[in-house]
């Protein structure tokens, strides 16, 4: 596991950017997946992108597609980057890392994470 400390979010108007951080305490993310999830008020957590180990292959849900950027370094962290927000993403924004053999590998479930940040609160006005 890794413990994972986040930074960025906040507040926002409607097609303004803010930018995710998502930091491996002390530890790198070799070899780990990285998800970003989100959990609107009174929602269940979905997936909103990730990411593969080596960096080659990124997903996204449909609602942030061409909107949302995921990355990461060959360290510890990993970014997300949101631009043409809408009022409709804001959220709890969490990342998620799990080990995986393939480096490939990018997964869209929660419960197959086994380490959560500690989620960062994105609000967009109108």
């Known amino acids: 596991q890794r413990q994972l400390v986040q930074s960025g979010g906040g507040f926002a108007q409607a097609g303004d950017s803010l930018k995710l951080s998502c930091t491996a305490s002390g530890r790198t993310l070799d070899r780990y997946v990285v998800g970003w999830f989100r959990q609107g008020e009174g929602k269940e957590r979905e997936f909103a992108a990730g990411i593969s180990w080596n960096g080659d292959r990124t997903d996204y849900a449909d609602s942030v597609k061409g909107r949302f950027t995921v990355s990461r370094d060959s360290a510890n962290t990993s970014y997300l980057q949101m631009d043409s927000l809408k009022p409709e993403d804001s959220a709890v924004y969490y990342c998620?890392?799990?080990?995986?053999?393939?480096?490939?590998?990018?997964?869209?479930?929660?419960?197959?994470?086994?380490?959560w940040g500690q989620g960062t609160q994105v609000t967009v006005s109108s």
């Open positions: 998620a890392a799990v080990y995986s053999p393939s480096p490939t590998l990018v997964i869209p479930t929660p419960r197959a994470y086994s380490s």
